[in-house]
């Protein structure tokens, strides 16, 4: 299925600019707002079915639904002015716009504001919808809603021109199709979005079930898009959140994908699409009291997703069916999940809610969430068993760095430690020092209350003597060695990304020793060391 975009001419670059500028003054300056008026009709189409030859849907006609159903429940349409056009061809839909027209030319006459609202989610191509194998061309489309007596119109539309990206919509290249801003007719309104550039693919998301401009489209006109929290969501907010959160979305893919907006409306304020205040009875409100990104399935993690949104400001609410939903909240260092049931016409506040707190190093371990590493560093501070006979334990300090990985956490540190030995032969005094570079891998067991790892580390060592002055002069020694251990550790994360960490474990050191009498070296040999060590301090995930 080929594309239905619309490009507002002139320099894509100098009007994408523009359109941005339009819309920030917009959402900065208060304004009144203008609703809906009440003689609104709603035309939604959705076909999966395009040309023989093109790859058919999946989502196309869900799309169409769930629009439909927001507007229904939370816009001015009310269900007698309501078509919705599923899986039909050009003759029904033309024959159900030239008859909503004429119904509004009598109520035009009345001097009675009206408006018309036309959503398509499908194939197309440059010069027409694909309707289950028939053609709406664009030029009569675009005559039928530009020549509506409608006081307000409205055109959306989610197709695109061709794509291997996902699954997109449409198979076969096409010349673009642009809707100029010199072909527009001024009117006392005519706002025009579609999703997409005329260059670009609107892609189909299995996992939101929907397309993701029309996902996102959805989720602002529930509230999502409701930046100044007066309740209400406009037509410029709804783009706006649509624009961003597409762009978002699709930078997860090979393509990205820009939604286009061309907007002439007379007169003062913004056209009001949404309000949060008057719902109808089947649908509750979710209270959002943190600023952020949230995940909404139905009834459980696994369930499908409802809502995918962003936030960009506290106590944001948004509107759903009546249900129980799994919430899901991405924060710097953790999700948070809830489990909300909304009741018709109830509101819940999610922070009244308990919740279950899962770090993104366990989500990043369980192959799940959105990032596909989390870095730590870690300071510890322990002891290590005797190297040299006589020695004893010695005190050390660790400084680490760990990455978690989906399938192990590997992680590199560097120790440091030291201490004294007071020889047998004729006192002899000396201080032995160590630094150490070791490579760690280890595997995670998350539990409910805190974390356990197990692994193996390899280090490589520098270890250096320093004899006191007394009767005889014995001269440094350096040597470099090896050690192999086995790493056991517990970890609990306290806020923020902060934890304590405590390991331990058996270590193997391979080094050449030698034995000092009367200041000579004697017995020099390779040989290894076996012994322990153990640690504690802090870990900050980051």
């Known amino acids: 299925m080929n594309p239905a975009v619309y490009n507002v001419g002139r320099s894509a670059r100098f009007g994408c600019w523009l359109r941005l500028l339009t819309l920030m003054v917009g959402l900065l300056i208060p304004s009144s707002g203008w609703a809906l008026p009440d003689e609104s009709w709603l035309v939604v189409i959705g076909n999966n079915r395009g040309d023989a030859d093109e790859v058919q849907l999946l989502y196309g006609e869900r799309d169409a639904r769930e629009f439909a159903e927001v507007l229904r429940t939370q816009g001015n349409i009310a269900s007698d002015r309501l078509r919705i056009l599923i899986d039909e061809n050009a003759e029904t839909v033309r024959r159900t716009l030239v008859g909503i027209n004429a119904g509004l030319r009598a109520r035009a006459a009345d001097g009675k504001q009206t408006a018309l609202l036309v959503f398509y989610s499908g194939h197309a191509d440059a010069d027409a919808l694909h309707l289950r194998g028939t053609r709406l061309p664009i030029e009569e489309l675009r005559g039928l809603i530009s020549g509506s007596p409608a006081t307000m119109r409205i055109l959306v539309v989610d197709a695109c021109r061709s794509g291997s990206v996902t699954r997109v919509k449409g198979v076969r290249a096409a010349p673009e199709f642009a809707i100029r801003l010199e072909d527009r007719v001024e009117a ?87 309000t949060l205040g008057t719902i109808e009875h089947n649908v509750g409100r979710l209270r959002l009291s943190t600023a952020g990104t949230y995940l909404v399935t139905e009834e459980k993690e696994s369930g499908a997703v409802v809502a ?191 934890g304590v960490r405590l390991e331990g474990g058996p270590i193997a050191s391979l080094a050449r020793h030698a034995k000092i009498v009367s200041g000579q070296e004697l017995d020099a040999e390779t040989r290894s060391v076996f012994t322990w060590w153990l640690a504690g301090g802090a870990i900050w995930r980051f």
């Open 188 to 274: 006392e309104g005519t706002a025009m979005i579609s999703s997409s550039t005329a260059g670009e693919s609107s892609q189909e998301s299995d996992r939101l079930r929907a397309s993701f401009f029309s996902h996102h489209l959805v989720n602002a006109l529930r509230g999502a898009a409701d930046r100044n929290g007066d309740g209400r969501v406009t037509l410029s907010e709804a783009y706006a959140y649509s624009y961003s959160e597409t762009l978002r979305s699709s930078g997860q893919t090979l393509s990205l994908q820009h939604p286009t907006y061309a907007y002439d409306v007379k007169g003062s304020g913004d056209l009001v699409l949404t």
């Open 308 to 498: 995918e949104l962003t936030t960009t400001r506290d106590q944001a609410v948004i509107a759903l069916p009546r249900g129980k939903y799994f919430v899901q909240r991405r924060g710097s260092h953790e999700y948070r999940e809830y489990q909300a049931t909304l009741l018709p016409g109830q509101q819940v506040d999610l922070e009244s809610l308990p919740y279950r707190s899962v770090r993104y190093d366990q989500l990043v371990r369980k192959r799940g969430g959105a990032r596909a590493s989390v870095h730590g560093m870690n300071l510890l501070l322990g002891a290590r068993g005797e190297i040299l006979s006589g020695e004893g334990a010695t005190p050390q300090l660790t400084l680490g760095y760990s990455a978690d990985l989906p399938w192990l956490t590997v992680g590199t540190r560097v120790r440091g430690t030291t201490g004294s030995l007071l020889s047998v032969d004729g006192g002899l005094l000396s201080r032995h020092y160590e630094l150490g570079l070791a490579l760690l891998l280890q595997r995670y067991v998350d539990l409910p209350w805190c974390s356990l790892a197990f692994g193996v580390s390899i280090e490589g060592t520098w270890y250096a003597q320093r004899f006191a002055p007394g009767l005889r002069q014995v001269d440094a020694r350096n040597v470099f060695g090896i050690g192999f251990s086995a790493l056991f550790a517990l970890e609990r994360q306290l806020v923020r990304g902060l």
